[in-house]
């Protein structure tokens, strides 16, 4: 079985410390550095499975390190941070993170985000099935789930590993209705809570980088009171 690597980036040394060795019981291999230039260096020399990344880093913080990794590679990544509103939450997973943790944390629920985020990642990367990997085109949309990618009327879109996979779910099912919680546990892999607003996010964010905010017809549509489907 491959070896998995995860790499923390904290410049608190006794939380990187706890975390490292609660995930080494767990069986995982673990990088610690201290800031984001060191993460996106770290990732650029080894295969890194997954990363935990503190947003207050000296030098570089998380969120640009999260860009500059995104630019390259699409690893599960998780936000560990002080900061604990909602616009704080919300502005770290549009970042590009996967997933976000508040400080102080459950080591224990951290381990088992890593291992949800590890799961979803191994199945995404499984070799699809024939059925499976159909290039979706619709509404001046280019699908393309091989290479993950999204062209609109020629233009490349970028978007992060979320967004498209929200995006993919709902084109390759025109106008069937999801809720969020069914969005939900189809691109994150866990079972939806009451309150989260993580699904309402990121078609937020899509609904922009689509150009819907200018469209008079839109591709996402709310079906209030039920959940969102997609209109090509």
Sequence with gaps: MKSITILIADDEAEIADLIELHLLKEGYNCIKVGDGHEAVAAIQKQPIDLAILDIMMPKLDGYEATR??????NLPIIFLSAKT???????????GADDYVTKPFNPMELVARVNAQLRRSMQLNQPAASNTSVVVEA???????????VVLYGEM?????????????????????????????QVWGE?????????????????KKLGEDVRKNKLIKTVWGV?????G
């Design 139 to 149: 509404g001046g949309l280019l699908i393309n789930p091989e290479q993950r990618t």
């Design 85 to 95: 509103t909602d616009l704080d939450k919300i502005t770290g997973l549009v970042s």
């Design 68 to 73: 500059q990794i995104r630019a390259h590679y």
């Design 157 to 185: 879109i970028e978007i992060t590993p979320k967004e498209f996979d929200i995006l993919y779910l709902l084109a390759s099912h025109p106008k069937k209705v999801f809720s969020a919680e069914q969005i939900f546990l």
């Design 227 to 231: 959940g969102y489907s997609f209109h």
């Design 191 to 207: 079972a939806y809570f009451e309150g989260n607003n993580t699904v309402m996010v990121h078609i937020r964010t899509l609904r």
